[in-house]
């Protein structure tokens, strides 16, 4: 069994690479002089991210291998697994690297909102591309960090940098957005398929079996991950994925209540719910009346 190298404190990552440790809980490493990590696979118990500026090796981030391109930010969040593809001996690309410890950020604004950068979890087919502008605005924020940590730490330190670490992870939702938009052919793809997913998942009874489709399985089913499905179908939609799909299990459920051989209870069934009063609250919720008063209508 492939064994797994835990890391889980700044200075554990800086020796391995063979740099200073400038503070105990945070570290801006410029990659091209750093010494490359080995073949090995690595839990990090540590945020990271990596801004590549050239193409490099492989490697496999989460459940895929990704050959980085040039101009990529890769993230991971503690907890996720980093591994050097066993015929790539080295890995050394120029670039630069980010981490920084959970305990940075407790009791901090980054800390009560950390959650939300949900690109934090997205697989690596995901990575977030960036133009020239981009890049030398991470830089900017990289080094702006940099200089704190060369500082003296004082009262001001800890607010310093993780106000920097905010911006700059502010200014990759805003970069994000822009990829969203920038490649509109290909989400509208992906939205195609989405519908199809939806439609070929009703009409062949799924539903009644497996109970309502789920963001995940709508996710996994288009090979994406879950955050970055959602985050795509808001932006492109202004809407949740959730919400969609409980906006399509409605308008099959008006079609399907105007059949006055099926009860409400019985339609509620089929469209994948386990209890009929749940089916009653979602319709009334998006209709503004009860399904019984709807067909009562009609």
């Known amino acids: 069994m492939e064994k797994i190298i835990k890391i889980d404190h700044v200075d554990t990552y800086n020796k391995m690479r063979g740099v200073a440790t400038l503070h105990p809980l945070i570290t801006v490493i410029d990659l091209s002089k750093a010494i490359p990590m080995p073949a090995q696979t690595f839990n990090f118990g540590l945020y990271a991210i990596y801004l590549k500026e050239l193409k490099c090796g492989e490697l496999k981030y989460g459940r895929n291998n ?4 040039e101009g990529t930010l890769v993230f991971i969040a503690p907890g996720q697994l980093l591994g050097i593809q066993p015929d790539v001996t080295t890995f050394q690309p120029a670039g630069w690297a980010l981490l920084f410890h959970p305990d940075l950020i407790k009791g901090t604004s980054l800390g009560k909102k950390i959650h939300e950068y949900s690109f934090f979890s997205y697989d690596t087919n995901e990575a977030l591309h960036l133009s020239e502008k981009e890049r030398l605005m991470v830089l900017d924020c990289f080094n ?3 200089y704190e940590m060369e500082q003296s730490i004082d009262k001001h330190s800890k607010t310093l940098i993780t106000s920097n670490i905010e911006l700059f992870l502010n200014y990759c939702t805003r970069f994000y957005d822009r990829q969203f938009v920038t490649r ?9 398929k989405f519908e199809d997913l939806l439609h070929t998942y009703f009409s062949e009874h799924r539903a009644s079996t497996h109970g309502l489709p789920t963001v ?3 996710a996994s ?3 994406l991950s879950a955050n970055y499905f959602g985050d795509l179908i808001k932006s492109e939609m202004g809407t949740t994925a959730q919400e969609y799909i409980h906006q399509k299990v409605i ?3 008006k079609e399907r209540i105007f059949d006055h051989e099926k009860t409400i209870s019985e339609i509620a069934y089929e469209l994948g719910f386990n209890y009929p009063q749940h089916f009653t609250r979602l319709f009334k919720q998006k209709v503004g009346i009860s399904p019984t008063k709807y067909r009562s209508l009609n």
């Open 216 to 218: 995940s399985y709508c």
């Open 184 to 192: 509109d052919d290909s989400n509208k793809g992906i939205l195609e």
């Open 66 to 69: 990704y050959d980085f391109q």
């Open 144 to 146: 702006k960090m940099q």
């Open 251 to 253: 308008d099959l459920a």
């Open 221 to 223: 089913q288009l090979n």
